[in-house]
């Protein structure tokens, strides 16, 4: 749609997002489950490199991350992007941190070159991070949203992109050719305002962002009694411990894209998580804690307990 709205074809994304398994969004995003079918990806994405503030080299790490992403735009000509496209929330790939001001400095950038500004909140939408939406932490307003998953909280399937008026309007007149046999099913339509209004009635936003606040406390005092704790990264209810065999050289209890020989020990803390009886996603050197967004104390108590016992197995390999 962006690109039909533009005129243009070129998309920039960022490397370590995650956007979708069918093709097109395979090719949109940036992490290596898509390395499978890598000369069948679709043409035109360009991928930002983003390090992440733990592991970013010595350094101004957030004025290189705005002057890249300048860099980028200059190299492939403003007047060919379509439009940029970023996950409203870091999820899968480790819940991941942009520089502080990076989405306005997209905003900016967007407005300036003519560029839409597309936030995919299929995983951080719909009160995951305490707002409505991820990209509302950062007090800007794209030109697109990509909604899923949360809008029906998964009772039927359900998505929706969400469009500005002015894109909206322009498609009055001209065809928009993304109907479908099953689009706006009236009963995914009921399902989805009633789980609104749950959302609303039980103050689910405000829980999550008391039970993260509540969550990341908890987890400092987990790392006094675990050295494989590195680094944890949460916004809300969404956030990820990223674990290290030494807390100063930061080496990863498994690289990035971990083979299966790689992933031994961390296999071994998955295996113990689900022994204790809980089910979480482990990926990597990453132990991800999203709890439902109606999740209590108690819960969370019992949850980091599970994941505090799992934890011995990797401070064992710590040195």
Known sequence: MARLYTGRHKIITRYRSFH???LGALSAGGDPRKLAVDMHQGNNFIHLEIPYEYRAPE???EKECMEQ???IIAYEGPENIAAIMMEGESGSSGCL??????WKKMREVCDKNGILLIADEVMSGFGRTGKWFGVNNYEVIPDMMVLAKGITSGYLPFGALMVSDKISEC???????????YSAHPTACAAALEVIKIYEDDKL??????KG???EARIEEMKQRHPSIG???NTGLLGCLELVKNRKTKEPMAPFNASANEMTTMSKVAAKIKALHMVTFVRWSYIFIAPPLCVTEEEIDEGLAIISEALKIADAECY
Request: glycine share 10%.
């Open 20 to 22: 979708g398994a069918s």
């Open 59 to 61: 350094g101004n790490w």
């Open 69 to 71: 992403l300048d860099r």
């Open 97 to 102: 941190k942009l520089p502080r001001g990076y």
């Open 171 to 181: 498609f009055n007149d001209e065809a928009l050719m993304l109907g479908m046999t």
């Open 205 to 210: 936003l405000e829980n999550a962002r008391v």
């Open 213 to 215: 606040a509540y969550i």
């Open 231 to 233: 680094d944890f990264r």
